[in-house]
Every structure is written in C-alpha cells, then in structure tokens.
C-alpha cells in the first residue's frame, strides 16, 4: 500500500472521500505527517452502509452455509499471519506502539478468526418442551445485519479483531470506522479480507473523524448493531444514536484501575506487574494500572523501589528493538496528559519522577511519572489520564483497600499483591 495516500474500503472498491477532501496522519515517534487519509462525510457513510445492507441480503452472502463463512474467516486468518510483519510495522508507525508490542499483539490475531471459523456452524437454536401435548417450541439464531465497529487508536488491529471474527461468524456485514490517527493498519487488513474471498460490501471501511464520520455511521437507521470502543464523551453520543434507531450497542470505555499491594506481597514480582501495568503503551490502555494503592507498612520502599525502576525505563523510537516507552499517540494528548499533571502538582500531589513532557526528543514523548497523592478524591487519582501516570495512594487494612479500589466510576480491571 502507499504510505502518502490511503484509500477506503467500500462495496468491494479501493476509494477516496466523494469529495475528495484527506487529512493528514502523522508519526507520533518524530511528528512528522507520513501520510493522507479520505475524510469521509455523511454521503461515504451512506455508500458504505447502503452496500453492507445490500450485502446481508445478497445470495453471495446470505445463502453461505455457516460452515463456508467459516472457512472464509479461517483463511483471513491465515493471511493475517502470512502479513503480521507488515501489519505491525502500519501500526507501529501510526499510532507509535512499540514494535515489539504490536507483533505481540497482531501474532494473537489469527487465532481470534480460527476460533471463531470453528464456532460459526456451532450457534444454533434450541426446541423446548411445551404445555400440551404433539407442540413444542424452536428457537432461532439469526445474524441482525449491518454491524457499526467504532475503533480507538490504541490497539486498532486487535479491537477490530474482536469485533470482525465474531460479527462474519454470525452472518452479519460490517461497516468500521477506525480513529482519524491509527487508520493505516486496519485499510491493509482490509487487502487481507479482499485476498480471503468475502463478498463484496460484507466488509467495508471509512475514515474519517467522530463528530462526521463516526456520527453519521453511528446515526444510519440500517446500522442495527454498534460495538464502540472509546472515551465516555464519544460514547454518550454513540447511545443517543443507537436509541434513536434501537440498534443493540456494546460499549467499552474508560478505566481507572487498582494494583493493590499488601505488605506481605513478593515486592520483585508486584513491582514488575505494577511498572508493567502502567507503562506498557505509554500507558494509553483502558486497563492501566493508574492507581496504586500501597499499604502503608511498605510505602517508602515501594515508592523508592517504583522510582529507581522507573528512571531506568529506555524511551525511544518505537521502531528500534531496545526501546522500552515510546511516544504518546497524539499531541492532543500529550498536552492533556501534561496538563493533568500540572494540575495535580497544584493540588498538591508530589512528583516522584517525571512530571514534564521530553523536550529534547522528536515526536511526542512524556516521561513514565509516580504521583504521591494525599486524597483519593484528587482528580488525577479520579479522572482517567491514558498516559504512562501512575498516581500512589496508602491505605492502612483490607477494608480501607478496598474501600479505595471501588471509589471510582471505573471499572474494568484491578491487581492484588499478597501471598
């Protein structure tokens, strides 16, 4: 594929906007544009909608035995795994990822469509005994149609997977819209799909941005499925959408998370998944480890601890194979990053190390950062920060840990050290 210009995926056909109008995409490594994405607006959603509908009815698709829509996702699946290299460099370089990171990541990715080509002639109806007798009930599972994937920057690959496999399984088309600063690596997934054999229009992807593009998608009377992941602020529009049109939505957004650590805890293995949990992707994943909640009998020595790790993490080039952090995504939020530490730094939390955007790197990088906090109620203990931001907090007994670990409106994950 071309690095300067990229191209939708739309009822079969390789596309730029109806108006032609792009936007730039750039390296968060070096800041650098490296390439020009179609900015689709409402009639690009319609076209792709429009073929996605048309394709849910078609014999080509609708009249597949769950067994051959099987083999379909099996050999994408294959194809995956014959292109992870390629697959992991697009993604690396859009979205800033280390480049060990997103062969990790993609390597699992065939295994999402295997599985899901095995359970695609497994979901069947049931018959059920009735009240009178020669009668009985069936059942039916039957696929709902066009699905809308609504997909952040952080991990677009695997967050497409895990919605893709299980869609096509099921019998339904699918409509994805990518984030405006991580497209690059899911417009090649789609040559995968286009080399796997799917009808035309079963798989279609638009680029753009949420308030046109994603808005439009998510608006479509024909959209009767929405899987989004993404902030809470997108998702509040995403629900209004989906109501208007009773479309089923599953949503996956924000979190706020706990590692927990008891004073009997192995510290050299809580330490390894505390620093790990929180600055893996710099960070920006919805289940980091952003709140620490250390019992108080060890809190000097984990603190020490956490910062000599800390200040020995290697920042760099996603690209080179040494490099432990790389940048943040995007400079929008590397700025709100910085500035939520700044705001905890006037309410007092203590910067332990970091603290300060890298100045004297290219590209977008924001040091790993230990807050002491001395109230759970700080906003930054509070808001989610998606940035490599770990804010500390002691707690004194079990139930004061606790206590503190649900003292959010986040869910999602938590860690507990103890023996």
């Not at 390629?86 to 060990?100: M, V, Y």
């Not at 695609?120 to 599972?141: H, I, N, Q, S, W």
């Not at 309410?347 to 955007?357: F, I």
């Amino acid at each position: 594929m071309s690095l300067d210009t990229l191209t939708m995926f739309i009822d079969g056909e390789w596309r730029g906007a109806r108006s032609g109008a792009t936007f730039e995409s750039y390296n968060p490594a070096t800041g650098d544009v490296w390439c020009q994405v179609p900015n689709a607006d409402e009639a690009d959603v319609e076209d792709a909608v429009q073929a996605a509908h048309r394709a849910f009815a078609s014999p080509e698709w609708s009249g597949l035995t769950a067994t051959a829509r099987g083999k379909l996702l099996y050999r994408l699946g294959q194809l995956i795994s014959e292109n992870a290299e390629t697959l992991a460099q697009l993604e690396s370089r859009d979205n800033g990822k280390l480049i060990r990171e997103t062969r990790g990541q993609v390597g699992y990715l065939p295994e999402f469509f295997y599985y899901n080509a095995g359970l695609a002639d497994k979901v069947v109806g049931e018959t059920l005994p009735l009240d009178k007798p020669d009668l009985f009930g069936a059942t039916m599972r039957v696929p709902l149609g066009v699905v809308a994937a609504i997909i952040p920057w952080n991990s677009p690959l695997y967050l497409t997977a895990i919605k893709l496999a299980p869609a096509l399984a099921a019998g339904n088309t699918i409509v994805i819209k990518p984030s405006e600063h991580a497209s690059a690596s899911l417009i090649e997934l789609m040559r995968l799909v286009e080399m796997a054999g799917f009808p035309k229009g079963v798989v279609n992807l638009v680029t753009g941005f949420g308030p046109s593009t994603g808005a439009a998608l998510t608006a479509h009377p024909k959209v009767r499925k929405i899987a989004f992941t993404g902030g809470s602020g997108a998702a509040r529009h995403v629900v209004r959408n989906s109501a208007e049109n009773f479309a089923k939505l599953s949503l996956e957004l924000g979190g706020k998370s706990p590692n927990i650590l008891f004073e009997d805890a192995d510290l050299d293995s809580a330490l390894n998944g505390v620093v790990a949990g929180i600055f893996a992707a710099s960070g920006q994943s919805c289940v980091a480890g952003s709140r620490l909640l250390v019992q108080r009998t060890i809190l000097n020595e984990v603190l020490d601890r956490l910062r000599e790790r800390a200040a020995t993490i290697r920042i760099g080039n996603p690209a080179d194979a040494d490099t432990e952090m790389g940048p943040i995504a995007t400079e929008a939020q590397l700025n709100q990053i910085d500035q939520m530490v700044t705001q905890a730094r006037r309410d007092g939390a203590e910067v332990l190390c970091g603290g300060e955007r890298l100045e004297d790197q290219d590209g977008w990088y924001y040091p790993p950062t230990i807050l002491a906090c001395h109230s759970h109620q700080m906003p930054i203990v509070q808001e989610e920060v998606f940035g490599p931001v770990v804010a500390v907090i002691p707690f004194d007994d079990e139930a004061e840990a606790l206590r503190l670990a649900n003292d959010t409106e986040y869910g999602l994950a938590a860690g507990i050290w103890t023996r």
